[in-house]
């Protein structure tokens, strides 16, 4: 396998872990399943940090991502109380 064809595909297979986490995440936030969420919080920003780090997305990218998921979560935990 050609090197450029292997690193696309392990550039696919890191966004797609991402992506999946994210949207996971975000799902169990608006499901109101607040706990779960922020358990799996650390994982997602695991994700998001190790795609920063191998140039899948912009490190700021992976900030903003990772504070808006932050922010997300807090604001639905809130929708409770």
């Known amino acids: 396998m050609r090197a450029s064809k292997k690193r696309a ?3 696919a297979n890191i966004k797609k872990t991402f ?3 994210v949207k996971k995440i975000s ?3 608006k499901a ?6 922020k358990k799996m ?3 997602v920003q695991k994700a998001l940090d190790k795609a920063a780090k191998v140039g899948v997305i912009a490190k700021n990218t992976a ?3 990772k504070s808006r998921l932050a922010k997300m979560i807090k604001k639905w ?5």
């Open 27 to 29: 799902d169990l936030a």
């Open 19 to 21: 992506k999946e986490a």
């Open 63 to 65: 900030a903003r991502k």
């Open 77 to 81: 935990g809130n929708k409770d109380a």
């Open 9 to 11: 595909s392990q550039n």
């Open 32 to 37: 109101g399943k607040i706990e779960d969420a």
């Open 41 to 43: 919080f650390p994982a």
